[in-house]
C-alpha cells in the first residue's frame, strides 16, 4: 500500500492536542442519506425520533442494531445552551459491551460518515468513564476514545467527526463501538451518525517533497480535519452544494502574524462556471468569496500563512480550492504555494489560476499529501502563498478561495489519533462542575443569568476594528466587513485579553482583592449559595459593613469561564442603566475570577411565572416587567456607545430588585460593534433553544432584531406562563413561539393563557400586547419591530390596562 512509503514514521505517537473540525449544527448523531436512491434516513440514537429544529426527521436506531448485548437508552440530564436542537441532542445509546449498527449502502460508492457526541451527564453513568473505540467495517476510525477529554479540550459541548469512507463491494457498512477494557466501568456512546451517499471526489494527490510523485487516493479512507470558507462566511450544512450538509468556517482564526491579507467577493454579474468540476466540490459561495494579498508591491516582503495542528504520524490531503473572479488572462497574478515550509508546485512556473481552468469564474481544486512526523513541533500543517518574484506579473498578489484538509488511513486502515492533553489551566481547573440549575429554595436569588448561555460564549473581550483595505481594481469592489471580534484559538489561555479587559475595567468598575471576597462570602461558605451554573457557584454576600451583593465564583472545567469573565467585565463595566444589572467590581487574584454585581432580591422572571408554589404575578406586574426589560434592552441596541446584541434574551435574564424593577443580565454572549455597515454581524450561532432566532439560525447574520424575536418569546411565556420549550407536550405544542404563532393565526389565543389571569386582561390590552408578541416572532428579521417600537406598544397596552382598571382616558404621546 502506498501510505507504507510515505510514512516511515514509528506509529507510537507523543502526546498532542488535535484540533478536530466542528460542525456546529449537527451533533451526536447517526445519521444516513442516500441521495442516489433518493432516501432520507436519519437515526436518532437512543430516541424514538422525530423532527429536529432544521426541519429533518429522524428515526429510532434500534432495527439497524444487530448486536447490542449490554445498551441502554438515555436522556442527558442537562441541555448546553449551545445545542441548537432537543432532536436529536438530548438522547444517546450507551453500550457496556461490543455493539454493531447494520446501514445499508450502494456497493462501489463513496459516504460520509459523521457521529456525534454529546458527552452530557447521563443517569447512572460517570462520563469520565467513558472511553472506547469505534470502527466502520475493517476502518478503525478511534481507539481508546474519549469524547469528554476532547470536547474539554476544544471548549465546547459536543463534538462531531467526519469520516469519508473509501468505496466497497459490499451492500451493508457497520459501524461497531466497543468500550475499552484499559479503563474501569468504561462504556461507548453515540447520539448520532450520519451516512451521506457522495461522489469520489478524490483522485491523484501530488506528494509535497518528492518531486513530481502522485499518488491515487480515490480508494483510500479519509478523516475530515478542517473546512474552510477562506475570505468569506461560515456556510451552514443547509447550504452546502450536492446534498452533502458540510459545514464551511470562516479563515479568521487559523490566519498567522499580522498579514492576514484582504477578503474579496465576485460582482453579482460574474457567472461561476463549473464546467466539469462536479458541483459537490464546493457550494458557490467558497468559490465566490477569496482572501489575496492586495496587489501591492510591499506584498512580495511577505507570506500569507494559515497554520492547523492536527495529528502526528499520519499523511494528509490539503484540497486548495481556487476560481479567479477578477481577472480573465495568464499573467495578471502568478504566486507561489508552500506546504510544511516545501513548495508544493510539481511544475516550475508559478500558480495561474486562469491557465489552470481556462477562464474567468472556472473553479477549481488542488490536492497535496504532506507527511507529518512525530517529532517536536511536527504536528502541524502550515500553508504559505506569495507573489511570484521569478515569473513577473501584472499583480504582486495571490489568492486562495477554501481550504479541506483530510487526515489518510495508515497501512493498517487506521485513522485513530489519540485524546488531546489539556491544558495546564484545565488540569488546574479540576473537575467540571455541575452545569444544571441548582435552586436552593423557593427564594432563590440568580444573578447575570447563572445558568444561562454562559456555558457556550466563545468571546474573547478585545473587539478590535480590522482596517481592510477598499479598492477598486479592473471595474470590481472588494467587499469587506468593517469589523470583526477577534478570534481565539481553543488552545490558548486567554491569559493576554484578561490583561486587556482589567486595563478597559480600571476606573470604570472597582477591583476587589481575593480577601475581600472571602470575608463577603464567608470562604464561599455553601450556605450562601444562591445559585449554580456553567460559570460555577453564584454566592449572597455582604461588602462595605452591610451592602448586599452577589458574587459569581469562575470554576469552569474548560476556558469558556475566561471568556465569560472577560466579557462581562468589558462589557458592564462601561454600560450602566436602570434596567440593567450593575456590575460592582470584579476580582482577578489568588487564582480566583469572581464578578460582583447588585443583588437582585426577587430573582429570576421566570420563577415568578411557573413552577411556583408563591402567590401568582399580577397581569400588570407582569406588563411592568416585560417594559423594564424593553427598556434595558433598547438601551442596549441605540442608547450606548455601539450597538450591542445580548444574544441570549430569556426570562432566566431577567432579575427582580426588591421593588419588582427588572433588570437584563448576563452578557457572556454579547456581541458589539462600532458599525455594521452590512446591518448584521456574521457569527457562530450561539444562544438557548427555544428563544433562537430562526433567521440568525439559518444565516449566522445576527442583528438586534435578533434579541427582538427573543423577546417576543419571553412576551408569550409572561402571558401563558409555560417554558419556551416543552418536550413533553405534543409535537406542535412543544415551542411556544410556534404554538402561540398557530393559536393567534387560528383565533385561539386565549385558550392557551395562564388560567390566573382568565378574564382579569383588558381586551384591547391583550391585543396589542399579542399583536406585538407575534410580529417579534416573524421569520424574517426585516418584519419584526424594532426594540423603540416594542416598548411603545407594551407601555400603550399597560395604559389601555390602567384605563380598565381605574377608568381613565388613555392619553398617546
Keep these: 500500500m502506498f501510505l507504507s512509503v510515505l510514512l516511515p514514521f514509528s506509529n507510537t505517537m507523543k502526546s498532542r492536542q488535535p484540533f478536530f473540525i466542528s460542525i456546529v449544527w449537527f451533533s451526536l448523531i447517526l445519521h444516513v442519506f442516500v441521495p442516489v436512491s433518493g432516501q432520507h434516513l436519519a437515526v436518532d440514537c437512543g430516541s424514538k425520533g422525530g423532527e429536529d429544529e432544521d426541519g429533518r426527521n429522524w428515526e429510532p436506531d434500534e432495527k439497524y442494531l444487530k448486536k447490542s448485548d449490554g445498551s441502554t437508552q438515555l436522556q442527558a440530564g442537562y441541555q448546553d445552551p449551545s445545542l441548537l436542537s432537543i432532536i436529536p441532542y438530548m438522547n444517546a445509546r450507551i453500550f457496556t459491551s461490543p455493539a454493531k449498527y447494520e446501514?445499508?449502502?450502494?456497493?462501489?460508492?463513496?459516504?460520509?460518515?459523521?457521529?456525534?457526541?454529546?458527552?452530557?451527564?447521563?443517569?447512572?453513568?460517570?462520563?469520565?468513564?467513558?472511553?472506547?473505540?469505534?470502527?466502520a467495517g475493517e476502518v478503525t476510525l478511534m481507539k481508546n476514545f474519549s469524547a469528554e477529554i476532547t470536547c474539554k479540550a476544544l471548549t465546547q459541548a459536543y463534538l462531531v467527526r467526519e469520516y469519508s469512507l473509501a468505496p466497497s463491494d459490499s451492500e451493508f457498512v457497520s459501524i461497531a463501538f466497543t468500550p475499552s477494557t484499559n479503563y474501569t466501568n468504561s462504556f461507548a456512546f453515540v447520539n448520532g451518525i450520519e451516512l451521506i451517499a457522495m461522489p469520489n471526489l478524490f483522485g491523484l494527490a501530488s506528494v509535497v517533497g518528492y518531486g513530481s510523485s502522485d499518488i491515487d487516493v480515490s480508494s483510500e479512507n479519509l478523516q475530515t480535519m478542517f473546512r474552510l470558507n477562506v475570505g468569506g462566511q461560515s456556510i451552514p450544512p443547509g447550504k452546502d452544494s450536492g446534498g452533502l450538509l458540510r459545514s464551511w468556517y470562516d479563515d479568521d482564526p487559523y490566519i498567522l502574524g499580522a498579514a492576514i491579507g484582504m477578503s474579496t467577493e465576485a460582482n453579482k454579474d460574474v457567472r461561476i462556471d463549473y464546467k466539469k468540476l462536479s458541483h459537490s466540490s464546493a457550494p458557490e459561495e467558497v468559490y465566490r468569496t477569496a482572501r489575496e494579498m492586495g496587489g501591492d508591491t510591499l506584498n512580495t516582503k511577505f507570506n500569507l500563512t494559515w497554520l492547523f495542528q492536527v495529528d502526528a504520524n499520519f499523511s494528509y490531503i490539503v484540497r486548495l480550492h481556487f476560481c479567479e473572479f477578477?481577472?480573465?488572462?495568464?499573467?495578471?497574478?502568478?504566486?507561489?504555494?508552500?506546504?510544511?515550509?516545501?513548495?508544493?508546485?510539481?511544475?516550475?512556473?508559478?500558480?495561474?489560476?486562469?491557465?489552470?481552468?481556462?477562464?474567468?469564474?472556472?473553479?477549481?481544486?488542488?490536492?497535496?499529501?504532506?507527511?507529518?512526523?512525530?517529532?517536536?513541533?511536527?504536528?502541524?500543517v502550515r500553508i504559505e502563498m506569495s507573489p511570484s518574484l521569478e515569473y513577473k506579473s501584472w499583480y504582486a498578489d495571490s489568492q486562495l478561495n477554501g481550504v479541506e484538509i483530510f487526515k489518510l488511513n495508515d497501512e493498517n486502515k487506521n485513522l485513530a489519533g489519540k485524546n488531546p492533553q489539556l491544558?495546564?489551566?484545565?488540569?488546574?481547573?479540576?473537575?467540571?462542575?455541575?452545569?444544571?440549575?441548582?435552586?436552593?429554595?423557593?427564594?432563590?436569588?440568580?444573578?447575570?443569568?447563572?445558568?444561562?448561555?454562559?456555558?457556550?460564549?466563545?468571546?474573547?473581550?478585545?473587539?478590535?476594528?480590522?482596517?481592510?483595505?477598499?479598492?477598486?481594481?479592473?471595474?470590481?469592489?472588494?467587499?469587506?466587513?468593517?469589523?470583526?471580534?477577534?478570534?481565539?484559538?481553543?488552545h490558548t489561555t486567554g491569559e493576554s485579553n484578561s490583561n486587556h479587559a482589567l486595563a478597559l475595567a480600571q476606573g470604570?468598575?472597582?477591583?476587589?482583592?481575593?480577601?475581600e471576597i472571602r470575608q463577603a462570602t464567608k470562604n464561599f461558605d455553601d450556605s450562601n449559595v444562591i445559585g449554580v451554573g456553567g460559570f460555577g457557584n453564584v454566592y449572597k454576600g455582604v461588602i462595605d459593613r452591610g451592602t448586599k451583593v452577589a458574587i459569581k465564583r469562575s470554576n469552569p472545567s474548560s476556558e469558556q469561564g475566561i471568556n465569560e469573565f472577560q466579557t462581562e467585565v468589558e462589557m458592564l463595566s462601561k454600560l450602566r442603566h436602570k434596567h440593567l444589572v450593575s456590575l460592582i467590581g470584579f476580582c482577578e487574584d489568588g487564582g480566583e475570577m469572581c464578578l460582583v454585581y447588585d443583588y437582585m432580591a426577587l430573582g429570576t422572571f421566570r420563577e415568578?411565572?411557573?413552577?411556583?408554589?408563591?402567590?401568582?404575578?399580577?397581569?400588570?406586574?407582569?406588563?411592568?416587567?416585560?417594559?423594564?426589560?424593553?427598556?434595558?434592552?433598547?438601551?442596549?441596541?441605540?442608547?450606548?456607545?455601539?450597538?450591542?446584541?445580548?444574544?441570549?434574551?430569556?426570562?432566566?435574564?431577567?432579575?427582580?430588585?426588591?421593588?419588582?424593577?427588572?433588570?437584563?443580565?448576563?452578557?457572556?454572549?454579547?456581541?458589539?460593534?462600532?458599525?455594521?455597515?452590512?446591518?448584521?454581524?456574521?457569527?457562530?450561532?450561539?444562544?438557548?433553544?427555544?428563544?433562537?432566532?430562526?433567521?440568525?439560525?439559518?444565516?449566522?447574520?445576527?442583528?438586534?432584531?435578533?434579541?427582538?424575536?427573543?423577546?417576543?418569546?419571553?412576551?408569550?411565556?409572561?402571558?401563558?406562563?409555560?417554558?419556551?420549550?416543552?418536550?413533553?407536550?405534543?409535537?406542535?405544542?412543544?415551542?411556544?413561539?410556534?404554538?402561540?404563532?398557530?393559536?393567534?393565526?387560528?383565533?385561539?389565543?386565549?385558550?392557551?393563557?395562564?388560567?390566573?389571569?382568565?378574564?382579569?386582561?383588558?381586551?384591547?390590552?391583550?391585543?396589542?400586547?399579542?399583536d406585538t408578541a407575534v410580529k417579534c416572532l416573524s421569520d424574517q428579521g426585516i418584519e419584526r419591530p424594532n426594540m423603540g417600537d416594542v416598548l411603545w406598544n407594551l407601555e400603550f397596552a399597560l395604559q389601555l390596562q390602567e384605563k380598565a382598571d381605574t377608568g381613565k382616558a388613555v392619553t398617546v404621546n
Design 326 to 380: 477578477e481577472f480573465d488572462r495568464v499573467n495578471q497574478r502568478k504566486f507561489n504555494i508552500y506546504i510544511n515550509n516545501q513548495s508544493a508546485q510539481t511544475d516550475p512556473d508559478p500558480v495561474d489560476i486562469i491557465e489552470w481552468t481556462g477562464g474567468k469564474g472556472v473553479p477549481t481544486y488542488k490536492d497535496y499529501v504532506i507527511v507529518v512526523g512525530d517529532g517536536p513541533g511536527d504536528e502541524k
Design 423 to 490: 491544558s495546564s489551566m484545565l488540569l488546574k481547573m479540576g473537575s467540571e462542575p455541575d452545569k444544571s440549575f441548582v435552586s436552593r429554595s423557593n427564594n432563590t436569588v440568580v444573578i447575570a443569568g447563572a445558568a444561562g448561555g454562559s456555558a457556550a460564549a466563545f468571546l474573547v473581550v478585545a473587539l478590535v476594528v480590522l482596517a481592510y483595505r477598499k479598492r477598486k481594481r479592473s471595474g470590481v469592489d472588494s467587499h469587506t466587513s468593517s469589523w470583526q471580534p477577534v478570534h481565539g484559538n481553543s
Design 103 to 135: 446501514f445499508p449502502i450502494k456497493s462501489k460508492q463513496r459516504y460520509l460518515l459523521r457521529l456525534h457526541f454529546y458527552p452530557s451527564a447521563y443517569p447512572n453513568f460517570n462520563i469520565s468513564n467513558s472511553y472506547f473505540s469505534v470502527t
Design 608 to 770: 415568578h411565572l411557573y413552577n411556583n408554589n408563591e402567590a401568582h404575578l399580577s397581569w400588570k406586574q407582569r406588563l411592568e416587567i416585560c417594559i423594564g426589560a424593553a427598556r434595558g434592552l433598547h438601551y442596549l441596541h441605540t442608547g450606548a456607545k455601539y450597538t450591542i446584541i445580548h444574544r441570549d434574551v430569556k426570562t432566566t435574564n431577567i432579575l427582580l430588585d426588591e421593588k419588582w424593577v427588572a433588570k437584563v443580565s448576563d452578557f457572556g454572549l454579547s456581541k458589539t460593534g462600532p458599525e455594521m455597515n452590512q446591518g448584521h454581524v456574521s457569527t457562530v450561532v450561539k444562544g438557548s433553544f427555544g428563544y433562537l432566532d430562526p433567521e440568525y439560525f439559518r444565516r449566522q447574520q445576527l442583528t438586534e432584531k435578533s434579541d427582538v424575536y427573543s423577546f417576543g418569546v419571553v412576551l408569550f411565556e409572561a402571558l401563558c406562563a409555560r417554558p419556551a420549550l416543552n418536550p413533553s407536550l405534543p409535537k406542535e405544542q412543544v415551542s411556544l413561539a410556534d404554538w402561540a404563532r398557530l393559536c393567534h393565526k387560528k383565533g385561539t389565543l386565549e385558550d392557551i393563557i395562564d388560567p390566573q389571569l382568565k378574564g382579569k386582561i383588558n381586551p384591547e390590552c391583550l391585543q396589542k400586547f399579542t
Design 508 to 515: 470604570l468598575s472597582r477591583h476587589f482583592s481575593i480577601s
